[in-house]
């Protein structure tokens, strides 16, 4: 377990892990923790607006199984918005937990202080973008006091979903904003006011969507069982074992004993993509590994070494991936 102290100057701690290292900087308001561990490697981005919206961005790779708690006055303000655009992650919020799948707006509202904590599975991509605030206060000060609320926002307002975690798909508005937050490279004043109209851009579009969409997760959200997940993982194993004659989903559903729907689902919240586009970068990556490292190989060998029948398709393909012809290579 590893705990985020929101404060002054964020502090990241693990009583079990001894390898733990973090490196703190700090401009403008903004720290930015570069961690190093046993379990992780990456940073945790952390600032407030001057309305009181607090941010905290998450890039992260996890090597092995990572429970994270954030505590702090920070961690218990209550509209919390989680914009994930890595892989799947499991919350602990409202008393219950929740699978936050890739490419997903997840919107938790609570009344009530509560920690936040979310578990990661091995070999698991974050990159995450968490935004909190006290609702109430952000309607009352960005508000006419005599206007009269839109029905959702007075909903919100009133409690009306405090017991449910409400998901929407991610627009290309919301991860052009996320990429922004996490790409941004300047400094100082200029980095920092970005930041907050990027954080209050996210804020507003979360409002704008407050009780429109389903499905909403309620407090029994389903989270795929340990022997789901290693069926999944010996998935992904399969794949880059055989990828250039993989077996087919219904296949592959039976040889890890799990239905289709089940496979499919929970590959790509583990994964964040289909087993179809997790394929592709496998036999991309040692396409390019053969025309690299090899160097004695045709561009038609390669394509029906990874398991295409056209090698027409497999430039194609491979100049999708990596912006470039494999003739570049070959």
Do not use: W
């Not at 700090?26 to 046993?38: H, N």
């Not at 990456?42 to 607006?49: H, I, V």
């Not at 930041?195 to 389903?214: D, M, P, Q, R, S």
Request: proline letters at 2%.
């Amino acid at each position: 377990m590893y705990t985020f102290h929101f404060d002054k100057e964020p502090i990241l701690g693990s009583e079990l892990d001894t390898a733990l290292t973090c490196n703190l900087l700090t401009d403008c308001d903004i720290s930015k923790m570069e961690v190093s561990a046993e379990s992780m490697d990456g940073s945790f981005t952390y600032s407030k607006t001057a309305d009181n919206i607090y941010y905290l961005f998450v890039e992260l790779q996890v090597h092995k199984d990572v429970n994270l708690c954030f505590k702090g006055d920070a961690s218990r303000k209550g509209m919390r918005l989680f914009y994930n655009m890595g892989g799947c992650i499991s919350l602990k919020l409202l008393e219950n937990k929740h699978a936050l799948a890739s490419e997903n707006l997840y919107i938790g509202m609570s009344k009530s202080p509560e920690n936040l904590s979310i578990a990661i599975s091995e070999n698991t991509s974050v990159k995450l973008v968490l935004i909190q605030t006290d609702f109430t206060e952000l309607v009352e000060d960005n508000f006419c006091v005599n206007a009269s609320l839109p029905t959702n926002i007075s909903k919100a307002k009133d409690g009306f979903y405090n017991k449910f975690v409400q998901k929407k798909a991610l627009n290309g508005q919301m991860r052009d904003l996320i990429n922004k937050c996490l790409t941004n490279d300047q400094t100082g004043l200029e980095r920092k006011m970005n930041l907050e109209a990027h954080c209050k851009e996210l804020t507003a579009l979360a409002i704008g969507t407050i009780g429109k969409y389903k499905p909403t997760y309620d407090n029994t959200a389903a989270i795929l069982t340990n022997k789901e997940r290693e069926a999944i993982h010996a998935v992904a194993k399969i794949l880059e074992e055989e990828f250039n004659n993989p077996p087919l989903q219904t296949e592959l559903a039976r040889e890890v004993g799990l239905n289709l729907n089940k496979m499919t689902s929970g590959f790509k919240l583990i994964y964040g993509q289909t087993i179809n586009k997790y394929l592709l970068k496998v036999r991309m990556s040692k396409a390019k590994s053969l025309l690299v490292i090899e160097n004695d190989f045709t561009v038609g060998e390669v394509a029906e070494a990874v398991g295409f029948s056209h090698a027409s398709y497999f430039i194609k393909k491979f100049k999708e991936s990596y912006g470039e012809t494999p003739g570049v290579y070959a």
